[in-house]
């Protein structure tokens, strides 16, 4: 047992941490705080995991009670920590500043949103998973009939994409997952600023299985993550798994430059042959698809400058304020 009261082994059980992002999110979380912990007991009860197991919110730098709410629940129950971050920094930073917070601390993580739209009893099934050896278990939601015909062709439409391009994301599974902490110890050492998960974590390897889930409507509370925020995430995504992109500009190219040469070759036969004529229309498109064709290229070229500008710099990527607890030994600086 460490000074503050928490072991860092659980009897032979895992020990185990579900790490909960918060944001503005006053009016969901005493629903969904009780309900998480109600879930963890029945766990614990079922000999799944230690009784030492606890539930860590990650405050991410709200503006309204979500963190007095956080502060409250740890005085009232054991099981319910929590860290805040000192300032807004994305649901990926939040989660990965939970993550990192639990290693060395537990023997197993489970990330979920705090909202309830994520089924809370796959946990259980999860836990069922990570027992019989898997090292991580993906949640992956089983369909998406709740979903507008705009968010289902997107959502397809992209998973689809990262694959082509390279990525390798689990189809239809977002954040809700369980890691073990071998899986966060080697997740440590990826160091990138950009974050994107889900994308990630397939990356670090070890066995992994899947639960199947049915995702739900947010029980209280607005979505942070408007069709804007959501297309920025998926560029993200891609541009942070791979450089195909750049590829297919050099090929791209190619093509056009191929192309351009026939023109001219075809320009100068035609004018050798004194039959020129005036093509304003043609030139200006020719103009216009190769500056717009540039424009794009450089667009692209520049997304992945801003990535290595961004990386160069490494910054920190949370910083902690307050906790609710200490921290045995402080073995990860993020
Ligand atoms: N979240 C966060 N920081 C943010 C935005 C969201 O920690 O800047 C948390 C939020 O509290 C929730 C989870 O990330 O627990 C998912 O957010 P949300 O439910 O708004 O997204 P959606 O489910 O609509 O994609
Ligand atoms: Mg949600």
Same mark, same amino acid.
């Given at each position: 047992?460490?000074?503050?009261?928490?072991?860092?082994?659980?009897?032979?059980?895992?020990?185990? !941490?579900?790490?909960?992002?918060?944001?503005?999110?006053?009016?969901?979380?005493?629903?969904?705080?009780?309900?998480? &912990? $109600?879930?963890?007991?029945?766990?614990? /009860?079922?000999?799944?995991?230690?009784?030492? /197991?606890?539930? &860590?919110?990650?405050?991410?730098?709200?503006?309204?009670?979500? !963190?007095?709410?956080?502060? @409250?629940?740890?005085?009232?129950?054991?099981?319910?920590?929590?860290?805040?971050?000192?300032?807004?920094?994305?649901?990926?930073?939040?989660?990965?500043?939970?993550?990192?917070?639990?290693?060395?601390?537990?023997? +197993?993580?489970?990330?979920?949103?705090?909202?309830?739209?994520?089924?809370?009893?796959?946990?259980?099934?999860?836990?069922?998973?990570?027992?019989?050896?898997?090292?991580?278990?993906?949640?992956?939601?089983? %369909?998406?009939?709740?979903?507008?015909?705009?968010?289902?062709?997107?959502? $397809?439409?992209?998973?689809?994409?990262?694959?082509?391009?390279?990525? $390798?994301?689990?189809?239809?599974?977002?954040?809700?997952?369980?890691?073990?902490?071998?899986?966060?110890?080697?997740?440590?050492?990826?160091? @990138?600023?950009?974050?994107?998960?889900?994308? #990630?974590?397939?990356? +670090?390897?070890?066995?992994?299985?899947?639960?199947? *889930?049915?995702?739900?409507?947010?029980?209280?509370?607005?979505?942070?993550?408007?069709?804007?925020?959501?297309?920025?995430?998926?560029?993200?995504?891609?541009?942070?798994?791979?450089?195909?992109?750049? *590829?297919?500009?050099?090929?791209?190219?190619?093509?056009?430059?191929?192309?351009?040469?026939?023109?001219?070759? !075809?320009?100068?036969?035609?004018?050798?042959?004194?039959?020129?004529?005036?093509?304003?229309?043609? #030139?200006?498109?020719?103009?216009?698809?190769?500056?717009?064709?540039?424009?794009?290229?450089?667009?692209? =070229?520049?997304?992945?400058?801003?990535? =290595?500008?961004?990386?160069? %710099?490494?910054?920190?990527? *949370?910083?902690?304020? @307050?906790?609710? !607890?200490?921290? *045995?030994?402080?073995?990860?600086?993020?």
């Amino acid at each position: 047992m460490n000074d503050n009261g928490l072991v860092t082994s659980g009897e032979g059980l895992p020990l185990l !941490w579900i790490i909960v992002p918060c944001y503005n999110e006053e009016s969901v979380l005493p629903i969904t705080a009780p309900l998480f &912990l $109600e879930e963890l007991k029945r766990i614990i /009860s079922n000999g799944k995991a230690s009784d030492l /197991s606890r539930i &860590l919110f990650v405050n991410d730098g709200s503006k309204d009670k979500t !963190w007095e709410l956080i502060t @409250e629940l740890s005085e009232k129950d054991m099981h319910y920590i929590g860290i805040s971050q000192s300032r807004n920094r994305g649901h990926q930073n939040a989660l990965l500043a939970g993550l990192m917070e639990s290693v060395g601390n537990c023997d +197993v993580t489970i990330t979920i949103d705090c909202d309830g739209q994520d089924d809370i009893t796959a946990m259980e099934r999860m836990m069922d998973e990570y027992l019989s050896g898997a090292e991580i278990v993906y949640g992956v939601r089983s %369909k998406r009939d709740k979903d507008t015909a705009f968010k289902k062709l997107t959502a $397809e439409f992209f998973y689809k994409l990262v694959n082509v391009l390279g990525g $390798e994301v689990v189809y239809n599974h977002a954040d809700y997952r369980l890691m073990s902490s071998r899986v966060l110890e080697e997740f440590e050492s990826f160091r @990138e600023v950009n974050l994107f998960l889900r994308g #990630m974590i397939p990356l +670090v390897g070890f066995r992994s299985s899947n639960v199947y *889930y049915e995702r739900t409507e947010r029980l209280a509370g607005e979505s942070h993550y408007p069709v804007r925020k959501m297309l920025h995430f998926a560029l993200d995504g891609i541009t942070s798994l791979s450089i195909k992109p750049i *590829y297919m500009i050099v090929v791209f190219g190619c093509l056009v430059s191929l192309l351009g040469f026939v023109g001219v070759v !075809w320009a100068i036969v035609m004018n050798i042959l004194g039959e020129t004529v005036a093509g304003w229309a043609s #030139m200006v498109c020719i103009i216009c698809f190769l500056g717009g064709i540039q424009l794009l290229s450089i667009g692209i =070229i520049g997304e992945y400058i801003g990535k =290595i500008y961004m990386e160069t %710099k490494r910054r920190p990527r *949370y910083i902690i304020s @307050e906790r609710t !607890w200490k921290p *045995y030994k402080r073995k990860y600086k993020g």
